[in-house]
């Protein structure tokens, strides 16, 4: 179902991409593609369990 | 391969890391992404005096991609600008079921190379490429069948064992070829002693290509150059020219590279030398 914390777009800050591209709201930047997967619950990453920053943004459990 | 491969003047590979899987634009607007990009980058790189293009496959917003289809479609968009260079596909992939990792594989026509990552390492806080010796020998048997080479990425000392045990348990056609790594994290620490440490510490016969993250790229392909071996740069491995400068294309990482071997004596290859060194 992928992170809450997910937005797609195209641009922000001044930086501007053709295409929408994985934006993380608790970071306030555009995230690696590869960290994208782990937005995405992409194969088999959950992002509840392997990003560090939705851990900490959402406090200890 | 030695020092003596230096003294010689051996022709050096370059391979030219075009895109990678980790980063994008969003970290060097000039990283291509696209398959028209990533071959528009293979022509210029190849113009450059790269032998050897190392891809991956991404969606149009830069997102992995693992798909046979796509680095088909990267394929023929890089043999339209550089029709002789050798391709090279990746088979990483951080947190991706085996099957998908070995769909680079199966593209038609097959890639002369693709990489094997020789075993684990981490990315960021919570992931391990775990990379086992059961994927490692299941990705080598299916690049036999298919006629592909590999090439061995040591990521760290300990990878270095795992090639020895690698070619224990399995058949590779010589000459084999590793890529000695360094960086941060679970990579070997990015000192010229520990690059002479893996040297002394490959196989009999191995040749072998340095590979150096960030600003370590520069002095450690210099390096692997002078110690005999082979290079690979690019926007994969690093994305800045020189400190606070982003580079230009992958094309200028490979000119500076280029102009360094042939000052130190050693000619670049062309693809079909590469071909002929690499045993393809
Ligand atoms: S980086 Fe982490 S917190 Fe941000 S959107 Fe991705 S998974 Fe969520």
Redesign the interface.
Same mark, same amino acid.
């Given at each position: 179902m992928g992170c809450p914390y997910l937005d797609?777009r195209s641009e922000a800050d001044g930086?501007e991409?053709d295409?929408?591209?994985?934006y993380c709201e608790a970071a306030g930047?555009?995230? &690696?593609?590869?960290?994208?997967?782990?937005c995405?619950d992409?194969?088999?990453?959950d992002h509840a +369990?392997?990003?560090?920053i939705y851990?900490e943004h959402e406090g200890p459990e | 391969m030695s020092y003596d491969a230096y003294l010689e003047g051996e022709p050096v590979i370059i391979t030219a890391a075009l895109t990678g899987?980790?980063?994008?634009? !969003?970290?060097n607007p000039n990283l291509p992404e696209t398959p028209e990009e990533i071959g528009r980058a293979a022509g210029a790189a190849a113009d450059a005096g790269a032998a050897v293009v190392h891809l991956h496959a991404?969606a149009?917003?830069? +997102?992995?991609s693992f798909s046979t289809d796509r680095f088909e479609a990267i394929d023929e968009a890089v043999r339209r600008h550089a029709d002789d260079v050798v391709i090279q596909h990746s088979t990483g992939?951080?947190?991706?079921?085996a099957e &998908?990792r070995a769909q680079p594989l199966r593209t038609d026509p097959p890639p002369e190379m693709a990489s094997l990552d020789m075993g684990p390492l981490n990315?960021? !806080?919570?992931?391990t490429s775990e990379n086992t010796r059961g994927l490692v020998d299941a990705l080598q048997a299916e690049m036999r069948d298919r006629g592909i080479k590999p090439e061995l990425e040591v990521f760290n000392d300990g990878h270095l064992n795992e090639v020895h045990g690698l070619l224990d348990r399995r058949d590779l056609a010589a000459p084999v070829y590793a890529t000695l790594i360094f960086g941060g994290g679970t990579l070997t620490p990015p000192r010229p002693r520990n690059l002479l440490n893996a040297v002394d510490n490959l196989p009999d016969g191995a040749l072998f290509n340095t590979l150096g993250f960030g600003r370590h790229q520069l002095p450690l392909t210099t390096m692997g150059i002078l110690l005999g071996g082979h290079v690979r740069v690019g926007l994969e491995d690093n994305v800045y020219y020189r400190r606070g400068e982003l580079a230009d294309s992958n094309a200028q990482l490979v000119e500076r590279t280029a102009r360094i071997a042939e000052e130190l004596g050693r000619p670049v290859a062309t693809p079909s030398q590469a071909r002929k060194i690499l045993g393809l």
């Open positions: 797609y930086t991409f295409a929408e591209r994985a930047r555009f995230v &690696q593609p590869m960290r994208a997967d782990i995405t992409r194969h088999d990453i +369990e392997h990003c560090e851990r | 899987g980790i980063h994008g634009k !969003e970290a991404r149009d917003n830069g +997102e992995r992939g951080t947190g991706v079921p &998908q990315r960021y !806080e919570y992931l």
